[in-house]
């Protein structure tokens, strides 16, 4: 033993102290003996199945072999010597295959397998420990021997198996309450011991039971036997008496299951495990560290009887007994009032499991704080109690405890109180109108409970009124009555009252002034009013002030209160606010004649919206007051809607212009001419659940219309070189005039070339030729620009611009023609025609289309012409998205310039031709000429004498090589020609040519 030093004391206990037991610490009990004989090559599971009888905390661990017969405080200078291989904490073999030997330091379990036969010395040292204190520790020596076992032989020997008998629990669920039996494993997940926790009058029963299912290589079945260890455990050779046992009775007792009673059974063996708890299982250890400890534990152990070795299996069950602490009663929701009779309080019972319940004690608060039992209750469903002993002048504080269980008490309840009411009056009688109540709570430390307020008028008369709720312990009433006795009371939980104090009242307090919910400005243009009912009971009627021109407040109207809900909102049937701000006041009178403060009452005014428009700008502009008149909170937006009727009577109500903001003005833009607005503002609160009106103003817009229409359909060059201008015009427009603007570039300077007045009657459109300019050699940028009535500018046409032609001779009998594009169809150009005339006449012929802005015209087949060839071009407007038609109905078109080229005048003379030649063609010597003047032509030919042969004066007439009526000789003959071309230029030719035959 080692000193120990017990909860609460100041000195160590020792063995030799005097005046102290000379033993205070017992030594522990093992159930298995301290050897072991194994096999070699067998998994060796060996437990000391140790237990304390003072429930003192194990701990296992290797000590020194001793081989000394004297004590030494050092066991390693007693110890065995050890072979080379071996320590005292290494003591079995552990290479090969040989496990080593290890021990489980909270279980004392050691195990090991051996590959080789010998004999070991080993010991364990088991501590004790009580309290975090080492209170002891003794040693074990445990020796082991390994033998090389010689395979069983006999008849059933193919079958023996050598392992340790099978061995399980199982509860008893036909109890009450059936033990619940939990494993407890260790960090490998091996089950260490089971684990349960009873209460006194329970029973922990299960069954144990165990078997080896392989005979002994004999063939007969292996005997298993039981034995058990534990403190509390029948002391009896067959466990069977419940009186005797190392702790308190009743012990737990073991039954055999078996025939004949036996605890030693071949093949399966069945026990029983049987212990009622009680009370006296809670008060046995007086050393656990001041405190009392009732767990206790019991060792389980099945051995078969095989050969070579015995094998055996073993369970520990741990008990732990708790006591059922008494609870206390459930005083959440009790009631406590005083009257004639004393003071009277109730309380919920707590369930009743037969141990925990003896009686109720009553306790009362005394003075100086002191708990002193004034009563005992043995009924568990009696739930109130009277106090017939307390004092009528005072608070009686109380508390319940319940005694139950094992001998064992309750905490007390909080304090229960009965509720005294202190009622002062100011000022002081007999003009009192105000009441201040004071009052203590129902629950001693309390600070959640509502208590409501009630008032009785008159005194003795039964009506009581609540007048208000609080969580305080004070209230202040200002009273509404005109000269009365008055009773004051408080009460929780709806029926809980306190007592009551009365006093004489007369009311002198105005009313609260009146709280404004909004003012706004309803149908009609007509002020409503609404407003907060009175907190004040009492009052009568409201009072209604509006103010004058001068500043001040006229009383206009008044309203009972009785009809207060059926009179919200209040309308003013002579309001002026469709004309201007009104501000309104409200007072209560109550049934005194007292009435609530003009001063300190907070007046409203209504919004005033004004509205202004402008033809000339377009648009409203609108402007408004601010809204004053919330108490308790301010405006948070300012939201403009305009309601908008179309001509035809169409109406979208409730058109959100403006929000979000607190600006007091707003310009409508984009107002359309025939259209009606009514227009007004909404101010909401911060809270988002209040709202005021403003007046409506409706306005039907006269203001300037813009042209929706002004299509300039054509700039085309007409026959005089001046550019024909066309467009649709807006006849609903509020236009004056269209000015007609030119530039020599796209984007400007436009310069006006003149003013067309808009007409007065359809058709409607503006024509316009421009002389000014020179469309035969440069294009020009059109437009038409409206001016309004208010003379703005309005609306800008699209683009028009000539076409400007031009035209070039080529030699080889074409004409390359060039133009620029056309802009702006509203569609685009669909194509270009081209128009040609001939020697300059004025009729003019489709040469052909494209959509490109070039044209190569081919003229051989009009060579006999004079030669000269006039152009222009016509550009076709493709459909848009409107199909525009000019004013014939045909698409809009538009001419470019006329441009002509002119081919200079020339000949082709025919070297040699055969009058007698097959192709008919051939027969006729006759140059060919183009672009000559007809009557300046002269031909004649000479043969090579000089003598004329042939003369003509017509381009189209050839020699058919006749001579007077002779056929002229083959040879070579002279021609000479004479004209002049289309500009007058005489022109001379001369040459021979052969003629053939």
């Given at each position: 033993?080692?000193?120990y030093t017990?909860?609460?004391?100041?000195?160590?206990?020792?063995a030799t102290?005097?005046g102290?037991p000379?033993?205070f610490?017992s030594s522990?009990?093992f159930?298995?003996?301290?050897?072991?004989?194994?096999?070699t090559?067998?998994d060796?599971v060996?437990?000391?199945?140790g237990?304390?009888?003072?429930l003192d905390s194990?701990y296992y661990?290797w000590?020194?072999?001793?081989a000394?017969?004297?004590?030494?405080s050092?066991p390693a200078s007693?110890s065995v010597?050890f072979?080379?291989?071996?320590?005292?904490?290494?003591?079995?073999?552990?290479?090969?295959?040989?496990t080593?030997?290890?021990?489980?330091?909270?279980t004392g379990e050691?195990?090991?397998?051996?590959?080789?036969?010998?004999?070991?010395?080993?010991c364990?040292?088991?501590?004790?420990?009580?309290?975090?204190?080492?209170?002891?520790e003794?040693?074990?020596d445990?020796p082991?021997?390994?033998?090389?076992?010689?395979?069983?032989?006999?008849?059933?020997?193919?079958?023996?198996?050598d392992q340790e008998?099978?061995m399980?629990l199982?509860?008893d669920?036909s109890?009450?309450n059936?033990t619940?039996l939990t494993?407890?494993v260790n960090?490998?997940?091996?089950?260490i011991y089971?684990?349960t926790?009873?209460y006194?009058?329970?029973?922990v029963r299960?069954?144990?039971?165990?078997?080896?299912?392989?005979?002994n290589p004999?063939?007969?079945s292996?005997?298993?036997?039981?034995?058990a260890s534990?403190?509390n455990?029948?002391?009896a050779?067959?466990y069977?008496n419940?009186n005797?046992?190392?702790?308190?009775?009743p012990?737990?007792t073991?039954s055999s299951?078996?025939p004949g009673n036996?605890?030693?059974y071949?093949g399966?063996?069945?026990?029983?495990?049987?212990?009622?708890i009680d009370?006296?299982h809670l008060?046995?250890q007086?050393?656990?560290?001041?405190?009392?400890?009732?767990?206790?534990?019991?060792?389980?152990?099945?051995?078969d009887n095989?050969c070579?070795i015995?094998?055996?299996?073993?369970?520990k069950v741990?008990v732990?007994v708790?006591?059922y602490?008494p609870?206390?009663p459930d005083?959440?929701?009790a009631?406590?009032f005083?009257?004639d009779?004393?003071?009277?309080?109730d309380w919920?019972?707590?369930?009743?499991?037969?141990f925990?319940?003896d009686y109720?004690?009553?306790n009362?608060?005394?003075t100086?704080?002191n708990?002193v039992?004034?009563?005992t209750?043995?009924d568990w469903?009696t739930?109130?109690?009277?106090d017939?002993g307390?004092?009528p002048?005072?608070?009686?504080?109380?508390?319940?405890?319940?005694?139950?269980g094992?001998g064992?008490?309750?905490e007390?309840?909080?304090?229960?109180?009965?509720?005294?009411?202190?009622?002062?009056?100011?000022?002081?009688p007999?003009n009192?109108?105000?009441?201040?109540?004071n009052w203590?709570?129902?629950?001693r430390g309390d600070?959640?409970?509502?208590?409501?307020v009630?008032?009785?008028?008159p005194i003795?008369?039964?009506?009581?009124v609540q007048?208000?709720?609080?969580?305080d312990?004070?209230?202040t009433?200002s009273v509404a009555?005109c000269g009365?006795?008055l009773?004051?009371?408080?009460r929780?939980n709806?029926t809980?009252?306190s007592?009551?104090?009365?006093?004489f009242f007369?009311?002198?307090?105005?009313?609260?002034p009146?709280?404004f919910?909004?003012?706004t400005?309803a149908?009609?243009?007509?002020?409503a009013?609404s407003w907060?009912?009175?907190?004040d009971?009492d009052v009568?009627y409201?009072?209604i002030?509006?103010?004058?021109?001068?500043g001040?407040?006229?009383p206009i109207?008044s309203?009972l209160?009785t009809?207060y809900?059926?009179?919200?909102p209040w309308?003013?049937?002579?309001s002026?606010?469709?004309n201007e701000?009104?501000t309104?006041?409200?007072?209560a009178?109550?049934?005194?004649g007292?009435?609530?403060?003009v001063?300190?009452?907070?007046?409203s005014s209504?919004i005033f919206?004004n509205?202004g428009v402008?033809p000339?700008?377009?648009?409203?502009?609108i402007?408004?007051?601010t809204?004053?008149?919330w108490t308790q909170?301010?405006?948070a937006?300012y939201?403009?809607?305009?309601?908008?009727?179309d001509?035809?009577g169409g109406t979208?109500?409730?058109?959100?212009l403006?929000?979000g903001n607190?600006d007091t003005?707003?310009?409508h833009y984009g107002i359309?001419n025939?259209?009606?607005?009514?227009?007004?503002?909404?101010?909401v609160?911060?809270?988002?659940?209040?709202?005021?009106?403003?007046?409506?103003v409706?306005?039907?817009s006269?203001v300037v219309q813009?042209?929706?229409v002004l299509y300039?359909?054509?700039a085309s060059v007409?026959s005089?070189n001046?550019?024909?201008?066309?467009a649709?015009?807006?006849?609903g427009?509020?236009?004056i005039?269209?000015?007609?603007?030119?530039?020599?570039?796209?984007?400007g300077?436009?310069m006006?070339i003149?003013?067309?007045?808009?007409?007065?009657?359809?058709?409607?459109?503006?024509k316009?030729i421009d002389?000014t300019?020179?469309?035969?050699?440069r294009s020009y940028?059109?437009r038409?620009?409206?001016?309004?009535s208010?003379g703005a500018?309005?609306?800008?046409?699209n683009l028009g611009?000539n076409?400007l032609l031009s035209?070039?001779?080529?030699g080889?009998?074409t004409?390359?023609?060039?133009?620029?594009?056309y802009?702006d169809?509203?569609?685009?150009?669909?194509?270009?025609?081209i128009y040609?005339?001939?020697?300059?006449?004025?009729?003019?012929?489709?040469?052909g289309s494209?959509?490109?802005?070039?044209?190569?015209d081919?003229?051989?087949p009009y060579?006999?012409?004079?030669?000269k060839?006039?152009?222009?071009?016509?550009?076709i407007?493709?459909d848009?998205i409107i199909?525009?038609?000019?004013?014939f109905?045909?698409k809009?078109?538009?001419r470019?310039n006329?441009a002509?080229?002119v081919?200079?005048?020339?000949?082709?003379?025919?070297?040699?031709?055969?009058?007698k030649?097959?192709e008919f063609?051939n027969r006729l010597?006759?140059?060919?000429?183009?672009f000559?003047?007809?009557?300046?032509?002269?031909?004649f030919?000479?043969?090579r004498?000089?003598e004329?042969?042939?003369?003509?004066?017509?381009l189209n007439e050839g020699?058919?090589?006749?001579i007077?009526?002779?056929e002229a000789?083959i040879?070579v003959?002279t021609?000479y020609?004479?004209y002049r071309?289309l500009?007058?230029?005489?022109?001379e030719?001369?040459?021979?040519?052969?003629l053939?035959?």
């Amino acid at each position: 033993m080692y000193p120990y030093t017990p909860a609460g004391s100041t000195s160590p206990l020792t063995a030799t102290t005097g005046g102290n037991p000379t033993c205070f610490d017992s030594s522990p009990n093992f159930l298995e003996d301290p050897q072991v004989i194994s096999c070699t090559g067998v998994d060796v599971v060996y437990n000391n199945l140790g237990y304390d009888p003072d429930l003192d905390s194990l701990y296992y661990d290797w000590s020194y072999p001793w081989a000394a017969t004297s004590f030494s405080s050092n066991p390693a200078s007693n110890s065995v010597n050890f072979a080379s291989g071996y320590t005292y904490n290494n003591p079995m073999p552990s290479t090969g295959s040989s496990t080593g030997a290890d021990i489980n330091n909270e279980t004392g379990e050691i195990t090991f397998n051996s590959a080789v036969a010998g004999s070991w010395a080993t010991c364990v040292k088991i501590e004790e420990w009580r309290c975090g204190q080492l209170i002891g520790e003794i040693y074990r020596d445990i020796p082991i021997v390994t033998v090389a076992c010689t395979p069983p032989t006999g008849l059933c020997s193919s079958a023996f198996v050598d392992q340790e008998p099978e061995m399980s629990l199982t509860i008893d669920s036909s109890l009450m309450n059936p033990t619940i039996l939990t494993p407890v494993v260790n960090t490998a997940g091996d089950t260490i011991y089971y684990y349960t926790e009873v209460y006194p009058g329970d029973t922990v029963r299960f069954k144990i039971s165990s078997a080896d299912p392989y005979p002994n290589p004999n063939c007969t079945s292996q005997n298993i036997q039981f034995k058990a260890s534990g403190g509390n455990l029948s002391s009896a050779s067959n466990y069977s008496n419940p009186n005797n046992c190392l702790f308190n009775p009743p012990c737990a007792t073991l039954s055999s299951l078996n025939p004949g009673n036996v605890f030693t059974y071949p093949g399966i063996n069945n026990v029983q495990f049987n212990w009622y708890i009680d009370c006296n299982h809670l008060f046995y250890q007086q050393y656990q560290c001041g405190a009392l400890k009732s767990e206790y534990s019991f060792y389980l152990r099945m051995q078969d009887n095989q050969c070579p070795i015995n094998r055996f299996a073993y369970k520990k069950v741990v008990v732990k007994v708790k006591n059922y602490m008494p609870r206390r009663p459930d005083i959440s929701n009790a009631c406590i009032f005083q009257d004639d009779f004393g003071v009277t309080f109730d309380w919920a019972t707590s369930a009743d499991t037969g141990f925990n319940w003896d009686y109720y004690l009553i306790n009362r608060i005394d003075t100086l704080g002191n708990q002193v039992a004034i009563d005992t209750i043995y009924d568990w469903s009696t739930t109130s109690y009277t106090d017939a002993g307390a004092d009528p002048n005072a608070v009686n504080g109380y508390t319940i405890q319940v005694a139950g269980g094992c001998g064992l008490l309750s905490e007390p309840t909080d304090t229960l109180q009965n509720i005294r009411v202190n009622l002062q009056a100011f000022p002081p009688p007999p003009n009192s109108s105000v009441a201040v109540l004071n009052w203590n709570s129902w629950l001693r430390g309390d600070t959640n409970t509502v208590y409501d307020v009630w008032v009785e008028a008159p005194i003795n008369s039964g009506d009581w009124v609540q007048i208000g709720s609080t969580d305080d312990f004070t209230y202040t009433d200002s009273v509404a009555f005109c000269g009365e006795w008055l009773n004051y009371q408080v009460r929780y939980n709806t029926t809980c009252e306190s007592t009551t104090d009365s006093g004489f009242f007369s009311d002198k307090t105005p009313p609260a002034p009146v709280v404004f919910d909004s003012v706004t400005v309803a149908s009609g243009n007509l002020a409503a009013l609404s407003w907060q009912a009175s907190s004040d009971s009492d009052v009568v009627y409201y009072r209604i002030y509006r103010k004058d021109n001068g500043g001040f407040f006229q009383p206009i109207d008044s309203i009972l209160a009785t009809n207060y809900a059926t009179s919200m909102p209040w309308v003013y049937a002579l309001s002026n606010a469709e004309n201007e701000s009104e501000t309104y006041l409200i007072t209560a009178v109550d049934s005194c004649g007292n009435q609530s403060s003009v001063g300190n009452t907070t007046p409203s005014s209504t919004i005033f919206l004004n509205l202004g428009v402008d033809p000339c700008d377009g648009y409203a502009r609108i402007r408004w007051n601010t809204y004053k008149g919330w108490t308790q909170t301010q405006p948070a937006a300012y939201n403009l809607y305009a309601d908008i009727t179309d001509p035809l009577g169409g109406t979208l109500t409730g058109v959100l212009l403006k929000g979000g903001n607190l600006d007091t003005t707003f310009n409508h833009y984009g107002i359309i001419n025939g259209y009606s607005y009514c227009y007004y503002v909404r101010a909401v609160d911060t809270t988002g659940t209040i709202s005021s009106t403003s007046n409506r103003v409706c306005n039907s817009s006269a203001v300037v219309q813009k042209s929706k229409v002004l299509y300039l359909g054509r700039a085309s060059v007409n026959s005089q070189n001046g550019v024909d201008l066309y467009a649709y015009i807006d006849p609903g427009a509020d236009v004056i005039d269209f000015n007609i603007q030119r530039a020599d570039d796209e984007i400007g300077p436009y310069m006006t070339i003149g003013t067309v007045v808009k007409p007065a009657l359809g058709p409607w459109e503006v024509k316009f030729i421009d002389f000014t300019g020179d469309p035969t050699s440069r294009s020009y940028y059109y437009r038409v620009a409206s001016r309004d009535s208010c003379g703005a500018m309005d609306t800008i046409s699209n683009l028009g611009t000539n076409i400007l032609l031009s035209v070039e001779a080529i030699g080889n009998l074409t004409n390359q023609l060039m133009w620029t594009k056309y802009r702006d169809f509203d569609g685009g150009v669909e194509k270009y025609e081209i128009y040609r005339s001939i020697n300059g006449g004025g009729s003019y012929t489709l040469a052909g289309s494209t959509s490109d802005t070039a044209f190569l015209d081919d003229i051989k087949p009009y060579s006999n012409s004079k030669g000269k060839f006039c152009y222009y071009v016509k550009a076709i407007a493709k459909d848009g998205i409107i199909p525009w038609r000019d004013e014939f109905g045909m698409k809009f078109n538009a001419r470019s310039n006329v441009a002509c080229a002119v081919h200079k005048a020339r000949l082709w003379v025919p070297s040699a031709f055969n009058p007698k030649s097959d192709e008919f063609k051939n027969r006729l010597w006759k140059p060919q000429g183009v672009f000559a003047r007809p009557d300046s032509y002269t031909l004649f030919i000479q043969n090579r004498w000089g003598e004329e042969v042939f003369r003509t004066n017509d381009l189209n007439e050839g020699w058919d090589g006749m001579i007077g009526g002779k056929e002229a000789k083959i040879g070579v003959y002279t021609y000479y020609i004479r004209y002049r071309s289309l500009e007058d230029v005489p022109i001379e030719e001369r040459g021979n040519f052969t003629l053939l035959n």
